[in-house]
């Protein structure tokens, strides 16, 4: 948990908690949000997504990822459509090397707001070529928690 506020909800401050959550403070104690009342956060503009000591960054989303391969070229914007393969791990193993085996699809997909939150944030900060390893906390996604997703091309312009 974080020692300061990294946002406020109706009036209340709110602290990062647990794998991705935040929680505030109510009667001294520290009670974590439910799942659909963390996009009302709004959070401060001096909080930053954080690096772990294995190498990941920590999205506002709860969502953490490590930079496989940098891309150089553009990043998508809202309302584009992507190519882009998804390597997906199913299974409770804890890291990407384990004996699940992965499923893999690669797909065009429209980034907007019928995509689920997690993936259009971790899209929308990527740049074409780059291939991310993405790991995405149980109150986010259920049964899915570790995809590779590699940006190939921006398929059309809005």
């Not at 809202?78 to 893999?104: A, C, H, K, M």
């Not at 980034?111 to 689920?116: A, K, W």
């Not at 291939?131 to 996604?141: D, G, H, N, Q, S």
């Amino acid at each position: 948990m974080s020692d300061r506020p990294v946002g406020h909800l109706y009036g209340r401050d709110v602290y990062a908690f647990g794998d991705g959550g935040y929680a505030f403070e109510a009667k001294g104690d520290l009670r974590p949000l439910r799942k659909e009342d963390c996009k009302a956060v709004s959070l401060f503009a001096n909080y930053s997504p954080t690096e772990d000591t294995d190498g990941f960054i920590q999205l506002p989303s709860g969502v953490r990822y490590r930079i496989v391969q940098r891309g150089d070229g553009q990043a998508p914007t809202l309302n584009q459509t992507v190519r882009i393969d998804n390597l997906v791990w199913q299974g409770d193993g804890e890291g990407f090397n384990d004996r699940s085996r992965p499923r893999y699809r690669e797909v065009d997909e429209r980034i907007d707001d019928s995509m689920p939150e997690w993936r259009r944030e971790a899209l929308l900060s990527m740049k074409v070529g780059e291939v991310r390893r993405l790991i995405v906390p149980a109150t986010v996604e259920d049964g899915r928690r570790r995809h590779e997703l590699r940006l190939w091309a921006i398929v059309n312009e809005r």
